[in-house]
């Protein structure tokens, strides 16, 4: 991306914009909290605490991972990690109309490559996992397609870093039509979807059901893989499944299993 004169006018006219409307929605938020006792304030701006960043910081124990019970729990973190990771990037993806004729993701080893470093690096530093979030797709909606979209919403979460208070005083029930409202984009994908053809319209459902009563994307793809692999095979249809996905069900039987 060039940053001339017209790239950064956009670039201070969206970020106004998202300040504007984050802080006209967390301010009815909060006026509204007041009176329900949903809503304290304990300041507005705070200097982060790193004292304590020492003892989690490179404080690694290699030694608990070469056990069967530590192997299990490095099996079960990376499928998590992966299969979340895959379905929170088609998904984005595909909102962005960036998947091609067959529904793939040109270059898709970069975002997971990003991915793998912000999960390596918060894991070292003693943060919680740094990955891929679906809320991405409220970015794509606001036009967001390149980095710089990244950008701009990284900045953002290093100044709440600062106003902490603030933001903690602001009720969870705020955020929740915020999450509706991606999961309902999200939904848009089903549209494409032949329910005609129930050899692959009932895998999708059974993802999205999972995903639903599980709260996690990787319970969801899995069901749905094993599904779509029982159905197929129940039908007569083994020889339109690819070797691969006998490999991804077995592999997602044997997490449901140890997880």
Request: charged share 10%.
């Amino acid at each position: 991306m060039i940053f001339d004169a017209r790239t950064v006018s956009m670039l201070v006219k969206e970020t106004w914009r998202t300040l504007y409307m984050v802080g006209l929605s967390s301010l009815i938020s909060y006026l509204i909290g007041i009176p329900l006792g949903v809503t304290t304030l304990n300041g507005v701006a705070a200097m982060p605490d790193f004292g304590d960043l020492g003892n989690v910081m490179f404080n690694l124990d290699f030694k608990g991972v070469f056990t069967a019970s530590g192997l299990i729990l490095v099996f079960v973190c990376f499928f998590g990690d992966f299969f979340s990771t895959l379905g929170t990037v088609l998904a984005v993806a595909n909102r962005a109309n960036m998947l091609d004729e067959h529904g793939n993701l040109p270059g898709i080893e970069r975002p997971f490559l990003v991915d793998a470093i912000g999960t390596c690096i918060g894991a070292l530093t003693g943060n919680t996992t740094i990955t891929t979030f679906v809320e991405s797709t409220s970015g794509v909606e606001a036009g967001g397609r390149t980095g710089l979209t990244a950008l701009v919403a990284g900045i953002m979460f290093l100044l709440t870093i600062f106003l902490a208070p603030l933001f903690v005083a602001i009720p969870y029930a705020a955020t929740g039509p915020a999450l509706i409202y991606v999961g309902f984009l999200m939904l848009k994908g089903f549209t494409e979807i032949d329910f005609t053809d129930y050899d692959e319209a009932i895998g999708p459902c059974v993802m999205m059901m999972f995903t639903a009563f599980t709260g996690t994307i990787t319970n969801g793809l899995g069901a749905g893989i094993i599904v779509h692999v029982l159905v197929k095979l129940v039908r007569g249809k083994a020889k339109e499944i690819h070797p691969i996905m006998y490999l991804l069900c077995a592999l997602m039987v044997l997490y449901f299993i140890v997880g």
